[in-house]
């Protein structure tokens, strides 16, 4: 087993051998191009997005500028957004279900290396996957870290560190980020805290 294999079987890799290091290389040519496109430039930032990526769904609109390490480890679902310093370290797998936003200066780290400073040292480094449900809201300068699942319709408050797995439907903030409350039914008519919408077009 080469070292991009096991990179892909989330084991122990060193990441400038067989190939790796070429083709970070190769996705970053692809991002400078995307961070420096002008932004009326909507059809072609489209297109080379889903060139970058794994998988996209029908809408995906990514704020430059956004970084990543291979883009073909990123699956994304339909009608996503991230807003503006968007980082995603995708040595492992990174799945991202529909009707997703992410706010300014979210990091997926998939990617780690060991704690003790020998086997660190050793160059050797890791990447566990990341999954993330369907209706999703990230708040602003959040970092998920690596093997972490977020459930459906969860929202994550800005800047949560997410270390461990959020059930489906849950609130949850803070460093390390811990579950505040389920969201239900009730919380419909609010668009904030305890304000109601004015419209009923929701």
């Known amino acids: 087993m ?13 990441a400038w051998l067989d190939g790796l290091s ?9 991002i400078y191009e995307y961070n420096n496109l002008p932004p009326e430039k909507t059809e072609e930032k489209t297109k080379l997005i889903k060139e970058i990526l794994g998988k996209t769904g029908d809408y995906i609109n990514i704020e430059a500028p956004f970084h990543c390490d291979y883009g073909y480890n990123i699956e994304i679902g339909k009608n996503f957004f991230a807003n503006y310093n968007f980082i995603v370290l995708d040595v492992g797998k ?26 660190r040292n050793s160059g050797y480094e890791y990447g566990i996957d990341i999954t993330i449900g369907d209706n999703v809201w990230i708040g602003g300068n959040t970092c998920i870290m690596p093997g972490v699942t977020i459930g459906n319709n969860v ?15 849950m609130l949850a903030v803070g460093n ?12 419909r008519d609010f668009y904030y805290k305890d304000r109601r919408f004015d419209v009923t077009d929701y």
Not at 22 to 30: G, I, L, P, T, Y
Not at 94 to 117: D, F, K, M, S
Not at 176 to 187: G, K, Q, S, W
């Open 94 to 119: 990174v799945r991202i279900g529909e009707n997703v936003q992410i706010a300014p200066n979210v990091a997926i780290y998939t990617a780690g290396h060991p704690l003790h400073p020998d086997s």
């Open 176 to 187: 390390p980020c811990r579950v505040i409350r389920e969201i239900t039914d009730a919380d």
């Open 155 to 169: 929202v994550i408050g800005g800047g949560s560190v997410v270390t461990k797995d959020i059930p489906d439907n």
């Open 22 to 30: 070429e083709e970070r290389m190769e996705c970053k040519k692809k």
């Open 2 to 14: 080469d070292h991009k294999e096991r990179m892909l079987k989330n084991l122990p890799y060193k």
